[in-house]
Nanobody
Framework: QVQLVESGGGMVQAGGSLRLSCAASASLFSINAMGWYRQAPGKQRELVATITSGGSTNYAGSVKGRFTISRDNAKDTVYLQMHSLKPEDTAVYYC??????????????WGEGTLVTVSS
């Protein structure tokens, strides 16, 4: 079983910074990649950033240069450092994990989401 615990959301003024964390609790599970997605009101969920177990990263164009994803493999934790936040970054941010369970095979797990609100 895999569980994700997210933290770090909140309210910040435009131009400010926030750091999101997502810790995975997994047994008999090999993590391949972790990442962050977001969903703004009335919009579809979209990719923000992902990072593989080898450290390869991928970013949405809208956040490149402002957001940095990192990962602590020893702690099975992924971080999203967000700088120069804009009101359009306001959304619920979801942690995502993909990997392979010894019992169940390939799995994809989502966190419950953490709200980020950027005021103008």
């Amino acid at each position: 079983q895999v569980q994700l615990v997210e933290s770090g959301g909140g309210m910040v003024q435009a131009g400010g910074s926030l750091r999101l964390s997502c810790a995975a609790s997994a047994s008999l599970f090999s993590i391949n990649a972790m990442g962050w997605y977001r969903q703004a009101p009335g919009k579809q969920r979209e990719l923000v950033a992902t990072i593989t177990s080898g450290g390869s990263t991928n970013y949405a164009g809208s956040v490149k240069g402002r957001f940095t994803i990192s990962r602590d493999n020893a702690k099975d934790t992924v971080y999203l450092q967000m700088h120069s936040l804009k009101p359009e970054d306001t959304a619920v941010y979801y942690c995502n994990l993909s990997g392979t369970s010894v019992i169940a095979g390939d799995l994809e797990v989502w966190g419950e989401g953490t709200l980020v609100t950027v005021s103008s």
